[in-house]
């Protein structure tokens, strides 16, 4: 099911199919959630948000409301079951669905990721395309309502304005002239717009209107507002009458001021992306534009060679950008499908393992993880006959990332890491010597052997001097933190406080490289939460951690340790399957442990099961980073709990 509230609200259901909610008050007691993001809206201030004078029976009004959207919106519930979706959260009720099934969240998500990664202009268009009018159109009359109203239309206007922006960067943007004309017309006080349209009007080749656009801004801030332009506006105004270099189409990698072509491009992106940090969202950038222009050219096999070039070793079963990985492989898989299965099979090899290595697990849904997997053992095959080493490791980096398909393969994954030190160290490819040895790690983490975990920290530590991977020491800094919070268990170990603190020194080394978005977020919480239970102390529940991804997960055990035990049997039955990454044993974990103390045999039964072909590993130490203890600890549990011991 999904809910739109950017126009008039509505809930539709997975086939397209319109809901039907109710009358005017039961959409808006939806809309109400919808607008708390997920968070808790106590019954009192619904009430108050509901009625300017609340009528005598407004909270029984307010109960069979709910009751009725909750039949609505969740048909197939047996009855005396908790509801998932609209529940009773404390004194109020919250909304549980995931961010991207409303349209209001993929507008702002999709806002976000935009101004942080220029790529995800595909994912911005999508969102202001979602908008059907004024949000919360049919919800009149309410304080609550305008005051979401005033505040998404500016967040609309920015997002038009910063496609703009994005597109005029890149090079383009001439044909936004009419469009922009008409936003500057509509709203005449954003200074931004007017820059914008002029830069449009002088990439369409009219100065002289660019000028005029400027000059008119200018005298109607002045004459209507008593305001000077801005400095933007000034030195727009400046670029273009002396004809400035920065008006002009921006190049992505210039030598010798001669324009890089597609396949140039992709090389010296992928040389910068094994800087990690800054380097290597903007190398990615870089990566994908290339892919595009390649496209654009109608040469298959270029293209082919240009996404297959940037073999960066990828280490993490998370992506950092979900939207630009899904656009490499859509150029991917069209490119293959233009190769044909009798073309050259060096190329069809590194799309492949393109394909492999972009799908990363934590992201699929059941019916992509098929592909990707399938799209793995053809690479690793083809690699293998053809004899390329290069390739191999490449295709054997897109099978490692495939290898999360269910928990307990650190062994498995062992021997991938093992096999690609080999081949690394044989042929003199030290960048996936690094990402084979990080690879190591985490395996022996995972298995709880710290010792050669240690000694392949070491040996990624001294490849990373020679490569300029800034990441390693970084990474290498979290596993140490998640020896000291193993050993802080041990009689004579370090204290808690001291393994708290290595976390925390490993989150900030973390946050100063830029961090992975794909990675950094909820991981400090996490961990601070594996050492806590090391210790059998409750879940922390300061209110500033941020549980990121992992939230579903935690919140049980965050709630039991503020005593609010009906709440966290509701988010433990909302808690859907862990993804499939490097966290899901840890994930598993947590919801056996939340089952075995509020008693729950069926969620316990759940996790049981998915944890007996891990009972022989670490939970969380697949990720190389933190530790939540023995997964047999937990399976125990949960096994107790489902037996009803």
Known sequence: MRID????????????????????????????????????????????DLWAEPPVRAVGALRTFVAALRRAIEPGRPPRTP???????????????????????????ALARARRAPDALTGLDAALAAWRGPA????????WAQRERTRLEELRLEGLELRAR??????????????????VTEHPWREPAWGLLARALHRAGRQADALATLRRARTMLVEQLGLEPGADLRRLETD????????????????????LGPRTTVQVARTLALAGGDAL???????????RTAERTGDTVLTARVIGAYDVPALWSRADDPDQSRAVVAAAERTLTALGTDGPAELRARLLATVAVESRSAGLSASERGPAGQAAREAEALARGLGDPALLVFALNGVFLQTFAR?????????????IVDLATRHKLPGFAVLGRLIRLQSASALGDLDAAAAHAEAAERLALSTEASLVPVLTGWFRARVTAARSTARGGPAAATAAAHYRAAEDALARTGGMPGLHRGLFALALLGLRLLHGRPAPTDPALDWGPYRPWTDPLVLLARNRAEEARTALAMAPEPPLDHMQEALWCLTAHAAARLGERPAAARAATALRVAGTEDAG?????????????????????????
Do not use: K, N
């Open 240 to 259: 273009i009458l002396r004809g400035a270099t920065t008006l002009q189409p921006p190049r992505t990698v210039w030598t010798a001021g001669v324009r």
């Open 136 to 143: 919360y159109a049919d919800v009149t009359g309410s304080v």
């Open 407 to 419: 928990p307990g393969l650190a062994a498995a994954r062992d021997v991938i890491g093992g096999e």
């Open 5 to 48: 509230v950017l126009g008039a609200v509505r809930a539709l259901r997975d086939d397209g199919t319109p809901v039907d909610l109710g009358g005017p008050r039961h959409r808006e007691v939806l809309a109400r959630l919808v607008a708390a993001g997920g968070r808790m809206v106590p019954t009192g201030t619904l009430v108050d």
């Open 281 to 291: 969202v903007h190398s990615r950038r870089d990566r994908l534009a290339a892919v």
């Open 166 to 183: 994005l597109v005029l960067d890149s090079g383009s943007g001439a044909e936004l002239v009419a469009e922009l004309g008409a936003h």
């Open 83 to 109: 509801p998932r979706v609209l529940v009773t959260e404390g004194p109020g009720y919250a909304l549980r669905l995931p961010r991207d099934t409303v349209d209001v969240h993929r507008f702002e998500d």
């Open 621 to 645: 130490g697949a990720s190389g980073m933190l530790t939540l203890g023995p997964v047999a600890r937990y399976l125990a549990e949960a096994e107790a709990c489902a037996a009803g011991r």
